[in-house]
């Protein structure tokens, strides 16, 4: 079975979950439904889902090691709703209009209304929970914790140069954290033990990171029609992603100067946007991360990861048709680049 | 004992909690530290906390009906913490930049960091939360739904006209969910029956909606020195107090079109900044105010509600000398405004 269809497998119980969590007759309660997709901006019903990859793992993984999917769907729900909260207020951070071909909820109705918006996602997503069971609530707030601190490591790099240890760390925690969680959580839901929770934390881990280098070479060097990412999208808006770091670290003299400068943080206007970089910087900064060799060293790091995640599924006690389906999913999340 | 010397009483034990649940060497961290008045802007040993009423009424409310207070602790120290959530994200969307004479997170720090110090602050508060069991950290997840639920309404009356009914409606959520939710966490770490938490429950809504008319009647008739609200400055902000919900549903006529005109949503510049009420219409609104009576109204509602709470305290069965703390603290918060 592909990875796909597996996520397919899935669906209609995550979403029924998802409809029951965020019920209630509130404006915001809206709001929130208008974000996951389950309605349009006029409360009427739609079918504007993401790919609820996470809750997918949760119950994949709970189901490889022997439990049932249905007893671990408040644990996916609540990571789902989780990942949605910060959704909301990553794209409040990072003044995005648009989401998954869907203007934000903050650029609908408003800054301090998105505030509460991903606060309640986030206070409803720890409601369900804590009535999964202790363990599942404090995993998730453990995770939660992570992300947030990974979150404010990202603002804080946009403003001093990065060494690749420093930006994995932060991958580890903004990106990392959720996936570890889901796979953590499933294994809490099949009553795992020690050894294999940590080994599941560790998966995540990996996939966490094959995932975000891969996302951010793409964000350099562009992928034709598969994401929608424009070559160099990332370099003008100034990220700092791994090829960056990596760029940093094997600089020097006039090249490392004139990247400092590409990259030193523009002044914002009074409404806090930030001009982006040149066109020409863009096609400099490309010519240099090539002349580093940069692409390379970031396509071998994609690939050690998802070696990393594949040991991982071999040592753990997955029945063998989720095993298979693990791989597939790895594949498909942090499949080499060429 | 006076209400001041009982809060004195926990305190020493509540800012041990609030320093554990927030130790940590993340510049994250260091903002919680700093905004809950711990440490300084530069990360030093500061002493600039709050009143810190809400943990002690959870502990009083556990002394009260027999348990120890060191046992109602956890949940006393997550309960802050949520207050301290809603007062960094208040802050950004009021873009007020002073509290409690110290600047605000957001002021510090930009509005991208302050939401993540917020989410982080909430994050925490569960997690403390969940530590003391899943009947306190369910509890509290509840009231920070009504909270926000009730921050969400405060935003929606801006631009609309507000009964007095839908205005203790969100009073109800915005100030009372908190309290209620204070007493019901005491109630819940002494093992009190639900007949009791219930009676807890509608005394924190009383006492918010005292505090609450109370607080708005100071917001537009102003207090001397005492509180340091200048006469007017609700107005001015054109808050949907208390006074103006009772003016629109006491006017007609001219008063009522001007009314409207005054407080009708003006154009906000590029910064989200609106202009405040000149001072020709704040002298006006308060004259129509004084003709219609209703600052006689608020202080007879205040007093109702202050009733209505000792009338709960008599029939809680708390130790005698709690009971008469809980009287004095009550009459503190929310007695007769003259």
């Known amino acids: 079975m592909s990875a796909g269809e597996t996520l397919d497998r899935y669906r209609s119980l995550i979403l029924d979950g998802l409809r029951e969590a965020l019920a209630g007759e509130t404006q915001l309660r809206e709001i929130l439904r ?20 996470r809750p997918s793992l949760v119950l994949m993984t709970a189901e490889g090691l022997g439990a049932e999917a249905r ?3 408040g644990a996916a729900v609540a990571l789902e709703l989780v990942h ?13 209009d648009v989401r998954r071909g869907r203007p934000t909820v903050w650029s609908l109705h408003g800054i301090a209304e998105a505030i509460n918006a991903g606060d309640l996602m986030l ?3 720890m409601a369900v929970g804590i009535e999964s069971g202790a363990p599942i609530a404090g995993a998730l707030a ?22 690749t240890d420093q930006y994995l760390e932060m991958v580890d925690r903004k990106t990392g954290a959720l996936l570890s969680c889901a796979l953590e959580l499933g294994g809490l839901c099949a009553h795992a033990g020690p050894a294999v929770v940590a080994l599941l934390i560790g998966l995540g881990r990996s996939i966490g990171r094959a995932f975000q280098i891969q996302d951010d070479l793409l964000g350099v060097w562009g992928d034709g029609d598969v994401v929608g990412k424009p070559q160099g999208s990332d370099i003008r808006r100034r990220k700092k992603s791994f090829p960056i770091a990596m760029a940093f670290a094997r600089s020097s003299g006039q090249d490392r100067e004139q990247l400092e400068a590409v990259f030193a943080a523009p002044a914002a206007d009074g ?5 982006d970089v040149c066109d020409a910087d863009v096609s400099w900064v490309i010519e240099l991360l090539d002349r580093l060799d940069v692409r390379l060293e970031g396509e071998k790091a994609v690939t050690a990861y998802h070696a990393e995640a594949l040991v991982a599924i071999e040592a753990l006690p997955f029945v063998s048709e989720i095993a298979e389906e693990m791989r597939a999913l790895v594949e498909r999340l942090a499949g080499r680049v060429r």
């Open 84 to 96: 949605n909260f910060s959704l909301i207020h990553d794209d409040i951070q990072d003044r995005d």
């Open 71 to 73: 007893n671990a769907l």
């Open 34 to 53: 208008y974000h996951v997709g389950m309605a349009d901006a006029q409360g009427n019903p739609a079918n504007a889902f993401g790919k609820l990859l």
């Open 123 to 125: 206070t409803i997503a």
């Open 271 to 275: 409404a806090g946007n930030e001009e």
């Open 142 to 163: 453990r995770a939660v914790d992570r992300m947030v601190e990974g979150q404010s490591l990202d603002l804080q790099f946009e403003s001093r140069v990065v060494a």
